[in-house]
């Protein structure tokens, strides 16, 4: 949703943005074609093999770190506030494609690694090995949404008894005996949940919301892109109230606290059935847009 997210953050040629998730650059690339010479771009990204596709352009800026650092990070830049803010959540392709960082099913034999940024100690096969049935069961369910949580984290704890479950094959070996339905998006949603897990996706993204009223200048915009109904709840309750929670309408006045957003668009903005077509990837992808008040 390359061209609706930037027309959604209404670019001005002079303003400054900020790129929370900058991956291949796509993104980046189409704002700083509206820009002038004037305006800046600053550019977030935990994962160094990101800095490559960062452009030799003097407008920007690539800053390798979460973008739940965003606002610290900006004021060491002496940056306060900013015209535009894009995020656009989960994978990129390049983490994906590579079978060394263990992000897909396809590479048997990788590691499950799964980490953004190579720089923290957690991976996908810690998680495996030391967290609790519980927390497994917790884990599969909340970020995966898979069917049978409870089974899966009491085999998988069994299993690990018995042999080590470091790579995508033994994951999978350990797993066969409770799958249920089309083996490929079972365990796309048991992969999901322990990517989300080791990068902490949902606990980074409530940080950066949380960051948004005091970022973004008046009339500035927030375009956030989400793969997972977890993370398009929170967006979606932020910026409809600035929490986390569904709040109800008062029940005499039949109003909601206000919030410090206009939105933008209602209903998530979704993808084409072209571009679904060409990026099946995108399928699952929704974007909402907020306006600060």
Same mark, same amino acid.
């Given at each position: ?13 002079? /303003? ?7 991956? /291949?650059? #796509? ?10 010479? !004037?305006?800046? %771009? ?13 452009? !030799? ?5 690539? %800053? ?25 959540? #989960? ?8 079978? #060394?960082? /263990? ?65 995508? +094959? ?11 339905? +089309? ?19 949902? /606990? ?10 005091? %970022?973004?200048?008046?009339? #500035? ?12 709840? %929170? ?59």
């Amino acid at each position: 949703m390359l061209s609706e997210t930037i027309d959604a953050l209404q670019v001005k040629a002079g /303003g400054t943005y900020v790129d929370c998730t900058f991956g /291949g650059g #796509g993104h980046s690339k189409a704002i700083l074609n509206m820009l002038d010479a !004037d305006g800046r %771009l600053l550019v977030f990204d935990q994962d160094a093999d990101a800095r490559q596709n960062v452009p !030799d352009d003097p407008r920007i800026t690539f %800053l390798q770190y979460n973008f739940r650092h965003v606002q610290r990070i900006l004021r060491l830049h002496r940056i306060e506030t900013v015209d535009g803010i894009l995020a656009d959540l #989960g994978v990129s392709s390049h983490q994906f494609d590579e079978a #060394g960082r /263990g992000f897909s099913t396809r590479f048997n034999d990788a590691l499950l690694d799964m980490r953004m940024d190579q720089r923290q100690e957690l991976t996908a096969a810690g998680i495996i090995e030391t967290y609790t049935e519980q927390a497994l069961h917790k884990l599969f369910e909340q970020y995966g949404e898979v069917t049978n949580a409870k089974t899966l984290a009491k085999t998988i704890v069994q299993y690990r008894q018995l042999t080590p479950v470091k790579t995508v +094959n033994e994951l999978r070996a350990a797993a066969a005996s409770v799958v249920k339905g +089309n083996p490929n998006k079972y365990f796309a949603q048991v992969f999901q949940a322990l990517r989300m897990a080791v990068n902490d996706e949902a /606990g980074a993204l409530q940080e950066l919301l949380r960051q948004l009223p005091s %970022l973004l200048k008046k009339g #500035g915009r927030a375009a956030i892109i989400t793969f997972h109904s977890i993370e398009d709840r %929170l967006v979606k309750n932020f910026f409809r109230s600035g929490g986390f929670d569904e709040v109800a309408p008062d029940a005499l006045f039949g109003t909601r606290p206000e919030s410090p957003f206009v939105l933008v668009t209602k209903k998530p903005i979704i993808p084409s059935a072209a571009e679904i077509r060409q990026n099946p990837r995108s399928r699952s992808a929704k974007l909402r847009v907020a306006e600060r008040r």
